[in-house]
């Protein structure tokens, strides 16, 4: 039984790591893939740039798998006060 690598994504769909997916048991052709994980490497990213996966499909769909990725600036983070209260936005 031989593992896959398949690439993790958060709930923004963002690229976070490489993890490795076990054969199942009783279907050793496929494999465990975990929630939000694609086996669709992604590009290489650029410094200030990060991967996001496109698909047409919900993340808890079998097609979810279907898609591309995408490049993308990194957004900037949002200005904190120095006196480390949090910006109240009204």
Do not use: C, K
């Not at 496929?30 to 490497?41: L, S």
């Not at 047409?56 to 200005?79: H, R, T």
């Amino acid at each position: 039984m031989q593992t896959i690598t398949v690439y993790q994504t958060d709930d923004n769909d963002i690229f976070l790591y490489p993890v490795e997916a076990n054969p199942l048991p009783f279907a050793p052709e496929q494999h465990n893939v975990p929630f939000r994980a694609v086996t669709a490497p992604p590009p290489a990213v650029p410094v200030g740039q990060r991967a996001r996966w496109q698909s047409e499909f919900p993340a808890a769909s079998a097609g979810f798998n279907i898609g591309q990725w995408l490049i993308e600036d990194v957004p900037p983070e949002p200005e904190q006060p120095e006196d480390g209260a949090t910006i109240n936005p009204q």
